[in-house]
C-alpha cells in the first residue's frame, strides 16, 4: 500500500528577477516545507506553474527536489498532459528518476469523453505498472469532470492509488468513498473543503496553503482522527481567512506574494499569470498578521 502522507504540499516553483527557475531557492524551500508539516511534495503541478515550464525545467526541478529532501519526504512529479503520448513519456521519467509518485490531471482543452479519460490513464498506468499514481479531478481547470465510475475502473490498476479532488462536490467524494477500496486514498484539493472532507473519508489534502501552515493542517488532521472534531474545527475556523484569501485570484498568484512578503524571494508567476495586485497583498497581509506570519 502506498501511503503518501496526509499532507502533501503542491509546491510553488521559484523564479528569480530574470523569470528562470531558481534551483537553489527550490532546494532551499522544499527542505522548509519538509520541517514544516509536508509528507510530501508535489512538484511542477498546478500550484508550480507547469504549463509555462519546459520539460527539461521540470525534469531538473524533479531531480533538484528529489535530491533535497532525500529520504524525510515523497516527491510526486507532476506529468500530466493533455497529450497521452506525453504523459506517459514524462511519468516513466519521473519513475526512472527514483521519485515516489506522479500527479495526473484529467487531459484539458481537448475535453475527451470519458472513455477516453480511462484510456488516457489506463495507457500510462500500464507504461509504469509499478510507479504510484494520483489522479487529479479538477473541472474548473480542465473543463471535464473524471467520473466516479471510471475513477472505479481505474482502481483496479494496482498502481493508481489516490486521487485528488478538487470538484467541490462532497456528494462526488462520498460516492467515491463507497465504491473504493479502503485502501485507495482520496485527497482534498482544496484546502477550505480538507476538513469537510475528512468527514465523508478523505484521507489528507494537497495543498496550497501548507507553504504557510503545513504544521496546523497536520494538527487539524491529527485532532480529526484522533475524534477531536471540535479542536479540529477550531483550526479549520482559524486558519479560514487564509485559505480563502490564497485563492481569490488564480493560484499561485496569492501565495507566491504571501511567500514574498515572508522574505522569500520566490518571484512572481510566469506570463500569462501576473504578479499580485497591491490590493491582494493587502488582503494576504491581513490574514497573515493574526496567524503570527508576518
Given amino acids: 500500500m502506498t501511503d503518501f502522507g496526509r499532507v502533501i504540499t503542491a509546491m510553488i516553483t521559484p523564479f528569480n528577477g530574470e523569470g528562470a527557475v531558481d534551483y537553489d531557492l527550490a532546494a532551499k524551500l522544499a527542505l522548509h516545507l519538509v520541517d514544516h508539516g509536508s509528507d510530501a511534495l508535489v512538484i511542477c503541478g498546478t500550484t508550480g506553474e507547469s504549463p509555462t515550464l519546459t520539460w527539461d525545467e521540470e525534469f531538473q526541478l524533479f531531480q533538484v527536489v528529489h535530491q533535497a529532501v532525500a529520504g524525510r519526504a515523497k516527491v510526486i512529479a507532476g506529468t500530466g498532459s493533455n497529450s497521452t503520448q506525453e504523459a506517459i513519456h514524462a511519468t516513466v521519467k519521473a519513475a526512472e528518476m527514483g521519485l515516489d509518485g506522479s500527479l495526473l490531471v484529467v487531459p484539458y482543452y481537448n475535453k475527451p ?146 511567500l514574498n512578503l515572508q522574505g522569500w524571494p520566490v518571484g512572481t508567476p510566469r506570463l500569462p499569470l501576473t504578479a499580485a495586485t497591491p490590493e491582494i497583498c493587502h488582503q494576504l497581509a491581513a490574514a497573515m498578521k493574526p496567524l503570527g506570519l508576518l
Fill in 113 to 258: 469523453p470519458q472513455e477516453g479519460l480511462y484510456q488516457h490513464f489506463r495507457a500510462i498506468a500500464a507504461a509504469v505498472p509499478s510507479f504510484p499514481l494520483m489522479l487529479y479531478n479538477i473541472p474548473g481547470r480542465t473543463g471535464q469532470n473524471l467520473s466516479t465510475e471510471i475513477v472505479f475502473r481505474l482502481a483496479e490498476y494496482g498502481n493508481i492509488v489516490a486521487i485528488k479532488e478538487a470538484s467541490g462536490q462532497l456528494d462526488q467524494v462520498s460516492a467515491l468513498r463507497q465504491g473504493l477500496p479502503e485502501t485507495f486514498r482520496i485527497y482534498s484539493g482544496d484546502d477550505s473543503l480538507t476538513l469537510s472532507l475528512l468527514a465523508v473519508g478523505g484521507y489528507g489534502v494537497v495543498s496550497v496553503a501548507s507553504h504557510l501552515v503545513g504544521d496546523e493542517l497536520q494538527q487539524m488532521i491529527r485532532a480529526f482522527c484522533q475524534g477531536d472534531v471540535a479542536k479540529a474545527t477550531h483550526l479549520h475556523l482559524k486558519l479560514f481567512d487564509l485559505f480563502k484569501v490564497l485563492f481569490v485570484t488564480t493560484n499561485p498568484i496569492p501565495v507566491k506574494a504571501a
